[in-house]
């Protein structure tokens, strides 16, 4: 199978039903973006692969849920596509667990007094990036039909990326930076 079709050419693409739609339409812009955020989770994948010490993460490997991630946001994408795939109760699931990540990391973590600015070390400052995509997918997706948990996954994990950065900053010995305001 050749990686080219050249049906792309001209501007357009395919959907999953065979509908062409332009490449900016807001359904690929949406799942363009979550393609970007799960490239941007293969890094972090990597750059927490780079260090033993991340294992103990969040309870479990958290490159194996990460990876479940990238699957999910597979899943949505297919959706977003035009496949008729019921992921509405799957999405629940996923939910609950980041739910359970975020409660489970926040318990170590110490309280939030002011914003902080995105940065660390690599693999933090790396999820931070990741959190910010996923906060311009839940955008994306805003005027996009959509099953009810997409909107509410990709808001649950903006969030869970954003503790999870705290967490790999803070195991990486890395004090976080907060926001100054410099209009004084």
């Known amino acids: 199978m050749a990686i080219y079709t050249k049906t792309g050419d001209n501007g357009e693409t395919s959907l999953a039903n065979g509908e062409r739609v332009a490449k900016d339409s807001p359904r690929i812009e949406a799942y363009g973006t979550l393609d970007e955020l799960s490239s941007h989770i293969g890094l972090l994948i990597s750059l927490l ?18 990876e479940h991630v990238q699957n999910v946001l597979f899943e949505i994408s297919s959706v977003l596509a035009g496949a008729d795939i019921d992921i509405n109760a799957h999405l629940q699931e996923g939910i609950q667990e980041m739910e359970h990540h975020i409660d489970t990391i926040q318990e170590e973590l110490p309280p939030l007094r002011a914003f902080i600015l995105p940065g660390g070390c690599q693999a933090g400052a790396q999820c931070h990036v990741c959190r910010t995509v996923c906060r311009r997918a839940e955008r994306r997706i805003v005027n996009v039909p959509v099953p009810v948990n997409v909107k509410k996954y990709l808001n649950r994990l903006s969030d869970y990326l954003f503790v999870f950065a705290r967490q790999i900053n803070k195991k990486c010995g890395v004090e976080e930076k907060t926001w100054q305001n410099t209009c004084k």
């Open 49 to 66: 692969n780079a260090r033993s010490s991340f294992a103990g993460l969040q309870g479990k490997n958290p490159n194996a849920f990460l």
